[in-house]
């Protein structure tokens, strides 16, 4: 059963650590995004890549959030140093090349970021 | 700047009643619309892309439909087990470096609930 998998699944902080989650897309997928959901925001797109290369970052604080694809298998998304605005789930999803098109997404369950 | 519009935040059902989620969006030049399923503690889970004003798709109890405004979600008959959060996303056509890509907008969702 294809799917994408996601750690930690929860996480709880103090502010000023350093927090990576960790996403394993579906094996053959090309693409990934990361998304972060708050109650206020809904879900926002964090970043974008495509054959491991980042297409959009446009949307993370890049003072503080880094992405990266260090290889096909592996995406990571790090915060340093975490604030309590931060606090929220991080959702990975991945798909075929032309997943921002057709919508195919395939999301991980998240991980629920808590930073007191 | 696309905007996505999901009314109403949250519907109470009885089992059987049937009803409809609104998705109202305003793009430059639709490209598609995507509804997806969210269950608590769960990412998203894709479900229909309509990409033409008329389109329609069925999944079990659920139709979606499309005009040139908006997109409607018809639940018929609904079961306890289809409560979750229903979100609309649209594409918007992004580049970087000459790469092209759709980058999705998410409206803030419809809590649905069915009682038994």
């Known amino acids: 059963d294809a799917r994408v998998t996601q750690t930690p699944r929860h996480k709880v902080t103090e502010m000023g650590q350093e927090v990576t989650m960790r996403c394993q897309p579906i094996?053959?997928?090309?693409?990934v995004f990361w998304y972060r959901q708050t109650m206020m925001q809904g879900l926002e797109l964090l970043a974008y890549?495509?054959?491991?290369?980042?297409?959009?970052d446009s949307g993370m604080p890049k003072d503080r959030f880094s992405a990266e694809m260090p290889d096909a298998t592996l995406a990571t998304l790090k915060i340093q140093p975490s604030e309590p605005r931060d606090s929220a789930v991080y959702f990975c999803?991945?798909?075929?090349?032309?997943?921002?098109?057709?919508?195919?997404?395939?999301f991980g369950e998240g991980s629920r970021l808590t930073v007191l | 700047e696309d905007q996505v519009t999901q009314s109403p935040e949250a519907l109470r059902l009885q089992e059987g009643e049937s009803s409809s989620l609104n998705c109202s969006y305003t793009?430059?030049?639709?490209?598609?619309l995507f509804w997806y399923r969210q269950d608590p503690g769960k990412g998203p889970e894709f479900l229909f892309t309509?990409?033409?004003a008329g389109e329609e798709k069925e999944k079990e109890r659920l139709k979606a439909t499309l005009t040139k405004k908006e997109s409607f979600l018809h639940i018929t008959a609904p079961k306890p087990e289809d409560s979750a959060t229903y979100l609309c996303?649209?594409?918007?056509?992004?580049?970087?470096?000459?790469?092209?890509?759709?980058?999705?907008?998410f409206g803030q969702g419809t809590i649905l609930t069915v009682h038994p």
């Open positions: 890549f495509r054959n491991r290369a980042p297409l959009d």
């Open positions: 793009v430059s030049g639709l490209r598609g």
């Open positions: 094996l053959g997928h090309n693409t």
């Open positions: 309509l990409y033409s």
């Open positions: 996303a649209v594409p918007s056509l992004s580049n970087a470096g000459g790469t092209s890509y759709g980058k999705l907008t």
């Open positions: 999803a991945s798909g075929l090349g032309l997943a921002g098109y057709t919508g195919e997404l395939f």
